[in-house]
């Protein structure tokens, strides 16, 4: 039996019948061509590559009587043949179940493959196995296969591929470790220029940009779209009233019954939140409401054990779980077919996001999938409304490769310098063959060249960074076995704080946190970590050494990397919802609930459109403040606050305090300010003579580039951004197994070399990419550009107020915040809510009863609120500053 009619037997002894989509692709592959498949989550991406790569490359297996005969001289496995890469361990697991589930069912009709998983999760003995033999088809991730481009037979092992799959493409696209896929896929066509690659994803909004990224220079790619029909059902869970003056997090564990009802009607539930904060928070609240759920739910995190994650989802894969706590561990394509809802607390902040979580439900053709979003602020429910509108219009974010990112580019370097050395013209013209660096000019070349070769200018007298020099034939290669074994255990983009190990005294590991969390506790201090209460008792040698603990007053670990901007899409989307409730319009049950608030907005100042730029004045007790709604996300609004703070102080030198959030800033000054006359010439640019000379020339980039690092404090934020970028580079040693450093110890490390480079190599070009990842990646300098350029053709609609309205009450809260204890904001709080609601003609909502319920209602609002902004995120911060 030929491959065709046997898998064509094996999907029909399932009752399925190819897609069309599906057909295409085996079609592409098996003309050797290369490509980019976008189809909704469960649709049958998978097979659609992975059958394509059977039908092309395996071989039918020989008739029985002829397997019979040969059964004493059988034949090894082809060698590697099919490299499939994830951006995720656990779903390198799923993936090589899905695989290895094909090749079982077509068994006895194509020749024998083998198949295994690579990844950090692998263990010994089968790395051992693996590299004396790979299998026929691997799955690994972007880190592992660098590992293996640092293997001194690198080129013969890797040189038998045909087809490289890249999965989930969408999660690497736009980050570093993107970059260092492309690369390696460079590496990979120049051993064999016929290799095919494909990529798969369901929610990219820019597919021919994206497949070019993917492919690079080396051939025209076919874009196969997956047109399958999926019902997606997007909701919300209603509060019973919406509060008409609201704070960020305010309605927090308020819809934790209405949760629990959801959760008790449906199927295997998802319920995914925005941090781990969060998700400890809800699993706790959900445990102690429902006590015999014991068991029947759980909570699954990146911090937590590998061990207790796969006992989650093997749990969650077999049906036995009623509901799993989540966080974006559980986004990518890990095939849950018993679940049939997810719930999202919070805004997913991005309709991509949204649609990846969504997909979690319903994985399977024909299924349908369904999200409810449960609000955690009122104007979240506009959101909720926006995100529904944004996918009925087919409008999904964009992603785009970061430029020529020479911190990665330094690693590769060293990577290929183990992997057979490298000939410096040759290997320029391969890493320009990338998206990333296609427009990379000799200049940078040579100044990594030099780098890898001796430190640059200010390192040459210093050994360990002669990581990579030329030898007798010019082959550039590591002259050190301790500097490649250094090299080896550092391969990776992933950056994060350094982490401490969470362990029982004589017990189990459960996890990891933040060194800095842990830092700030002291013995008998309890905290809340895999839904379990626990007291550290001690620490020592990087593990925090714990043991249960009772009662109910407890800290929740807090994460760097938590905060989710909204995204440019989704706010449009909002400004647009707002539109038409300013038409008086409210077409969906969202809308409807936020009537209420939305009306006082209106009543009391305006509401924002596309066509106009809200700006509100007040006059306190605590000075003059200018309230303006741009919409743009918080990493744009903190830019753009301060960069007005500056142009204002261009005319008097002031102090402001400054507060933002995903919908607009404050800035509060002690002094009066004209913010009539000044707002409409800040608004503009050219505020100093240097950016007015660059205006001049025509460079209006140069000159808001300018103005944005003047009105900050560059060199820290560049200071804070190097750390990652020395870590990439190999410049800092994490340490090996067993001999992990403390970020205190690696933060000084960075911090030196720093300031050794400002000080003898200011024109070493990393410190020039912290200022630049600073500009595009923190500050968002793309979005701060055209939201400067939107503003330029909206008509400002300025408003003195007489008290705050619903959209600057939320500003105000986030000030407070900072400057007073809980029980001090919840009493300020819930005193003005109330003075509010007197004055829009209706009672106290919150609490809903005498002012000390009110009181404490607000208090556990505040606890859940502060979970969404990181305290260690410094960004995320109201400042107060000298300007």
Not at 66 to 81: F, V, Y
Not at 140 to 163: H, I, K, Q, Y
Not at 231 to 246: C, I, N
Not at 367 to 380: A, F, N, Y
Request: proline share 5%; aromatic share 6%.
């Amino acid at each position: 039996m030929t491959t065709r009619r046997a898998l064509d037997a094996w999907f029909a002894a399932r009752g399925w019948k190819p897609f069309a989509f599906q057909r295409e692709v085996w079609q592409a592959i098996a003309q050797g061509r290369s490509g980019l498949l976008h189809a909704t989550t469960g649709a049958g991406k998978t097979y659609a590559v992975w059958l394509g790569a059977l039908l092309a490359f395996a071989t039918p297996a020989k008739p029985r009587d002829e397997t019979q005969a040969a059964s004493k001289k059988r034949k090894p496995a082809p060698p590697l043949t099919v490299l499939w890469l994830t951006p995720m361990r656990a779903l390198a697991a799923d993936t090589l179940r899905a695989l290895q589930q094909a090749l079982d069912g077509l068994a006895g009709d194509i020749a024998p493959w083998s198949a295994g998983a690579r990844s950090g999760d692998t263990s010994a003995a089968e790395r051992s196995a693996q590299n004396l033999r790979l299998p026929t088809v691997l799955v690994t991730t972007p880190e592992s296969l660098s590992l293996m481009l640092a293997r001194a037979d690198a080129a013969e092992v890797l040189g038998s591929l045909r087809l490289v799959v890249v999965d989930e493409w969408h999660e690497l696209l736009g980050n570093k470790r993107g970059v260092q896929v492309q690369l390696a896929l460079a590496r990979l066509r120049r051993w064999n220029a016929q290799l095919a690659v494909w990529g798969m994803s369901a929610t990219l909004g820019n597919l021919q940009e994206a497949m070019r990224t993917l492919l690079g220079d080396a051939s025209e790619g076919l874009l196969v779209q997956g047109e399958v029909p999926k019902k997606l059902v997007v909701d919300s869970l209603l509060p019973g009233r919406a509060e008409r003056f609201p704070w960020g997090g305010h309605l927090g564990l308020t819809m934790l019954p209405q949760v629990i009802e959801e959760i008790a009607a449906s199927g295997t539930t998802l319920v995914f939140t925005n941090t781990r904060s969060q998700a400890e928070i809800w699993y706790q609240a959900m445990l102690e409401a429902r006590p015999e759920w014991a068991g029947r739910i759980a909570l699954h995190h990146g911090s937590l054990d590998r061990e207790v994650r796969e006992w989650v989802e093997l749990g969650l894969k077999k049906g036995e779980l009623q509901a799993v706590v989540c966080t974006s561990s559980l986004d990518l394509g890990v095939d849950f077919l018993p679940v049939d809802r997810v719930l999202q607390v919070g805004s997913p902040k991005g309709v991509a996001r949204l649609l990846q979580r969504a997909g979690r439900s319903g994985h399977a053709p024909g299924r349908p999938s369904r999200i409810t979003l449960v609000p955690t602020h009122s104007i979240e429910m506009v959101e909720g409304a926006a995100a529904r509108a944004a996918i009925a219009a087919g409008h999904i974010e964009a992603r785009h490769s970061p430029e020529q990112p020479l911190d990665v580019l330094v690693q590769h370097l060293v990577t290929i310098a183990l992997g057979g050395g490298f000939v410096p013209d040759a290997l320029y013209d391969e890493v320009r063959s990338t998206a990333a660096y296609a427009r990379l000019p000799r200049e940078s070349w040579q100044w990594c060249l030099d780098f890898v070769s001796q430190g640059g200018a200010s390192l040459a007298a210093y050994p360990d960074y002669r990581r990579a020099v030329p030898d007798a034939e010019g082959v550039w290669r590591v002259p050190d076995a301790r500097l490649a074994r250094r090299h080896r255990m550092n391969i990776g983009t992933i950056v994060s704080d350094a982490s401490m190990a969470v362990q029982y005294l004589r017990g189990a590991k459960i996890g990891s946190v933040e060194e800095s969390f842990v830092a700030r506790m002291k013995p008998g201090d309890a905290f809340l970590f895999g839904g379990r209460m626990l007291e550290l008792v001690r620490v020592h040698e990087m593990t925090a050494w714990v043991r249960k603990a009772s009662g109910s007053r407890a800290t929740v670990p807090r994460w760097n990397g938590g905060r989710m901007p909204l995204s440019s899409t989704l706010a449009d989307a909002v400004v647009q919802q707002l539109a038409l409730a300013d038409e008086g319009r409210y077409e969906s049950p969202e809308m409807q609930c936020v009537r209420p608030l939305l009306e006082i907005q209106q009543r009391w100042s305006a509401l924002p459109t596309p066509q106009t730029l809200l700006a509100e004045t007040l006059k306190t007790r605590e000075g003059w403040h200018l309230f303006l709604y741009p919409f743009a996300g918080r990493p744009v609004h903190l830019g753009l606050a301060n960069l007005i703070a500056w142009r204002v102080a261009q005319h008097q030198p002031r102090t402001f305090s400054i507060a933002f959030n995903d919908y607009g800033f404050e800035l509060l000054s002690a002094t009066e300010v004209d913010w009539p006359t000044l707002l409409p010439e800040v608004l503009r640019p050219g505020h100093d003579a240097q950016a007015q000379d660059a205006i001049a020339h025509h460079d209006e980039r140069s000159a808001l580039l300018h103005e944005v690092l003047a009105s900050l404090n560059a060199t820290e934020l560049a200071r804070r951004r190097f750390r990652e970028i020395a870590r990439v580079s190999g410049l800092i040693f994490q340490g090996y197994p067993g001999e992990k450093r403390s970020s205190k110890q690696l933060q000084a490390s960075s911090s030196l070399f720093y300031e050794v480079f400002r000080k003898y190599d200011p024109a070493n070009r990393l410190l020039q990419q912290a200022e630049a990842e600073l500009l595009a990646q923190e500050l968002e300098i793309g979005r701060l550009r055209a939201s400067l350029d939107r503003i330029a053709t909206q008509r400002l609609v300025l408003r003195a107020l007489v008290r705050p309205t619903p959209f600057a009450f939320p500003l105000m809260v986030e000030r407070f915040r900072e400057k007073l204890s809980n029980e001090n904001v919840a009493d300020r709080i819930a005193r003005m809510v109330e003075q509010l609601e007197k004055a829009a003609g209706g009672a106290v909502q919150v609490g809903d009863a005498d002012p000390e319920s009110t009181r404490d209602a607000v208090k556990d609002a505040l606890v859940f609120g502060q979970e969404r902004a990181p305290a260690a995120n410094a960004r995320a911060k109201p400042r107060r500053r000298r300007i």
